[in-house]
């Protein structure tokens, strides 16, 4: 679960360049987002950074095939 407020996601692509952004308004709990990046995104592998407005960051790997 996180707790309420605004959270930043971040889609680096391998280069370390930012290929998309999102400001997210959560009201707590848990939740699930859906993620639609533009037509022609490239494949690979990419970073998704989630901040909150603490500086708490949580990072994975996303691969779109």
Known sequence: NMV?????????N???KI????NI???GG???YKMLL?????????????TAENNI???SSLLIE
């Open 30 to 32: 848990s939740f699930t």
């Open 57 to 59: 960051n949580i990072s």
């Open 14 to 16: 391998n280069a370390g």
């Open 38 to 50: 533009p037509a022609g995104t490239a494949k690979g592998i990419y970073i998704v950074k989630i």
């Open 19 to 22: 290929s998309w952004q999102k």
């Open 25 to 27: 308004q959560h009201t």
């Open 4 to 12: 309420s407020g605004n959270y930043y996601l971040t889609l680096y």
